[in-house]
């Protein structure tokens, strides 16, 4: 016979979670923007996973992925700590995983550069006069 082991429990706030195993998996969370400041003990931002996580009073963790807090800043009610580390978890850049190489390599690039620039000096020179 096979054994299933499925823990359901729901949290105060009206939200789920499903255990299996010792892993949590969230059914639903609350909106960021219905956490009141006095709900709320701490907040984290993590860059490698894009999330924010929120830790409560009362002990538990709500751990927001992009699709669950991007529209989120734009909330007039949202916890301003909860604003904050929404914007340390948002990218600014992406690195390339292949960096971009110029043709003929890069004493091409060093050469194309030092003829750019001896163009911009004779353009600069021309204005002044």
Do not use: C
């Amino acid at each position: 016979m096979l054994l299933r082991s499925f823990l359901a429990f729901s949290l105060v706030g009206g939200f789920s979670w499903t255990a299996s195993a010792g892993v949590a998996v969230r059914d639903s969370l609350p909106p960021m923007h219905t956490l009141r400041a006095e709900e709320i003990d701490s907040a984290s931002a993590n860059h490698f996973s894009d999330s924010v996580t929120v830790f409560l009073k009362n002990g538990n963790t709500l751990v927001y992925g992009p699709e669950d807090w991007d529209m989120e800043r734009y909330e007039p009610t949202l916890d301003k700590r909860l604003l904050t580390e929404i914007r340390h978890a948002t990218k600014l850049f992406v690195r390339v995983e292949h960096e971009p190489e110029f043709i003929g390599g890069d004493s091409a690039w060093s050469q194309y550069i030092a003829d750019w620039v001896k163009r911009v000096q004779v353009n600069l020179v021309k204005t002044r006069k």
